[in-house]
């Protein structure tokens, strides 16, 4: 993706929070404040939306509820119209269906960026199973 400067002035007890989180973290500063911006962005247009750190990185969350790439996971399989994938949704995985459709809304504008994450999470899934049918074997001869 291409990216363009920005310079920006902070208050000085703002940008020591900065500092200390980049620290926390191990980003670079510039990365961290820019991973907050579009995490920001992302949260004031979809206010039922989170940010947490995940095992692998940071994912959105459904305030009170699940991850969007788990609700994602199962909002794939529903036809229908919106409504009616919301509500099927909503009641397989037991949820509000208030959450599911702030997850299915945020799903919609950031699709390409969730069905990576879930293509990631299949890949890693077949590679452990592989894994573990080749030690099984191992045991077993």
């Keep these: 993706m291409a990216t363009k ?22 980003q670079n500063r510039s990365e961290l404040a820019r991973q907050l911006i579009e995490e920001g962005l992302r949260m004031a247009r979809h206010p039922g939306i989170v940010f947490r750190d995940g095992a692998a990185e940071r994912t959105a969350v459904v305030k009170g509820g699940p991850r969007v790439w ?12 919106l409504d ?3 509500r099927a949704t909503a009641e397989l995985m037991e949820q509000p269906e208030h959450l599911v459709r702030d997850a299915a809304l945020y799903y919609l504008e950031f699709r390409e960026e969730v069905d990576a994450w879930l293509q990631s999470l299949d890949r890693e899934a077949e ?4 894994e573990w049918l080749r030690n099984r074997e191992r045991v077993s001869a």
Aim: without cysteine.
């Design 5 to 26: 400067h920005l310079t920006l002035r902070m208050d000085a007890a703002a940008l020591e929070r900065l500092e200390r989180e980049s620290e926390r973290t191990g």
């Design 84 to 86: 009616d994938i919301v």
């Design 127 to 130: 590679a452990a199973e592989d």
């Design 70 to 81: 788990v609700v994602a996971r199962v909002l794939r399989e529903q036809t229908g119209s």
